[in-house]
């Protein structure tokens, strides 16, 4: 009798610990990255377009997966020759098509509905070679319709890119990042 209670407590239950399982697809559309990177004479911001990208999450039990893609010739400075140098000797687009964030885990709290706060922790993979990272996020879940913000830094010059300095115009070794994808939640 026991087992019984058991068994229907466990069928009563399961169908909501299942739907705290989500899938988060990213549009890339109307998602972004923005970058801005600082030198002795200007700062230089930018655009990314996103490829792709979709985020399997459990909120019941900080489980995380997936993957968001950059295409790196999509940089944008509103400057073609800057572009062109970019492309070509710092993020090797005949080389690296792509940068990618892969996420592993996460802290804090995913509400159902409203703003979170959250740390991600994963993978950003630049250049082909992959580097640990921590993200705060900002989420936003709207009945089906979700946005995760963050704003982070880059150390590219740490992590084997060149520096585009020359002369006397001088860039920063580090690189501020802001992500905004925009999106759709299903169970």
Do not use: C
Not at 132 to 158: C, E
Not at 160 to 184: C, H, R, T, Y
Request: no cysteine.
């Amino acid at each position: 009798m026991k087992s019984l209670a058991v068994v229907a407590l466990a069928l009563i239950f399961a169908p909501a610990a299942l739907a705290q399982h989500q899938t988060f697809a990213v549009n890339p559309d109307t998602s972004e990255v923005k970058m801005k990177l600082n030198t002795t004479h200007e700062v230089v911001n930018g655009t990314f377009h996103i490829q792709s990208g979709s985020i399997n999450f459990d909120r019941t039990a900080s489980h995380i997966s997936g993957i968001v893609i950059v295409a790196t010739g999509s940089g944008k400075t509103g400057n073609d020759s800057r572009d062109k140098k970019m492309y070509k000797d710092i993020l090797k687009v005949d080389q690296f098509a792509t940068v990618s964030f892969a996420p592993k885990a996460y802290n804090g709290t995913i509400a159902a509905s409203g703003d979170s706060a959250i740390q991600v922790s994963g993978v950003f993979t630049l250049l082909g070679t992959a580097h640990d990272l921590t993200i705060p996020m900002q989420i936003h879940m709207d009945g089906s319709k979700a946005t995760a913000r963050a704003q982070f830094v880059v150390p590219y010059v740490q992590w084997g890119l060149k520096n585009p300095s020359f002369m006397f115009w001088k860039a920063e070794n580090d690189v501020a990042i802001d992500l905004n994808l925009v999106g759709q939640v299903s169970n």
